[in-house]
């Protein structure tokens, strides 16, 4: 997990309240005790109020926490969620996926995983891109380079998926701005994963700056 997972919570928070408008009080799962949670819900802060939305932030400390916290947040009067890049957060974007829905909130999350398990949606770096640049780092070692010769990359690709099947179910009409295609710099593709139930939206952008218009 590199430190763009974190840098990318403001744009997933504007991502998020640009398909879903209606967004007004955002839940932010985080951990108190994880260092970038602690410094990246001050830096979302200024995003929020850009934004003109409320952040609730809701603590865990282990996953049993999810259930209470959400359960909490959403009869607090929260309509949507930020989930927080963590190894727990990842580990279990299923449960997380579930709650959000049981609880009718508007959910984005680091981890593909999470949109392909029910969830609304995810924005993060490209899971089939890190293991190709994984892949040829793995080459030039076998191939007698030193590791410390390699340099250090960033993620490039970056992939916002929107399960459809996840917004009827909560009630939530995504906005054709994000959905539609043609806009300079992205890729587009909706339909049914192979081997999944949820239909999924798919736009593909390079480079951590990339801009909705």
């Known amino acids: 997990m590199t430190n763009v997972s974190f840098e990318l919570d403001a744009k997933r928070l504007e991502l998020l309240k640009e398909a879903v408008p209606m967004a007004a009080n955002v839940a932010v799962l985080m951990n108190p005790d994880f260092q970038p949670h602690a410094q990246q819900i001050k830096a979302l802060g200024v995003s929020?109020?850009?934004?003109r939305v409320k952040l609730s932030p809701?603590?865990?400390?282990?996953p049993n926490d999810f259930e209470s916290g959400?359960?909490?947040?959403h009869k607090d009067g929260a309509d949507a969620l930020l989930v927080m890049a963590h190894p727990v957060t990842f580990t279990y974007a299923g449960l997380l996926a579930k709650l959000a829905t049981l609880n009718q909130l508007s959910a984005i999350s680091p981890f593909r995983e999470f949109a392909e398990s029910g969830g609304l949606m995810t924005y993060g770096a490209s899971n089939l891109a890190l293991h190709r640049r994984a892949a040829y780092y793995i080459d030039k070692i076998l191939k007698g380079t030193k590791p410390a010769d390699l340099p250090v990359e960033q993620p490039t690709k970056f992939e916002l998926v929107i399960n459809l099947k996840a917004a009827k179910q909560i009630g939530r009409a995504i906005?054709?701005?994000v959905l539609a295609p043609g806009r300079q710099g992205d890729q587009m593709r909706k339909?049914?994963?192979?081997?999944?139930?949820?239909?999924t939206a798919?736009?593909?952008?390079?480079?951590p700056q990339a801009r909705i218009k």
């Open 48 to 51: 929020a109020q850009a934004l």
């Open 58 to 62: 809701v603590a865990f400390h282990e």
């Open 70 to 73: 959400l359960n909490a947040a």
């Open 175 to 177: 906005s054709p701005n």
């Open 191 to 199: 339909q049914p994963r192979k081997r999944r139930t949820a239909q």
């Open 202 to 207: 798919e736009v593909f952008r390079r480079g």
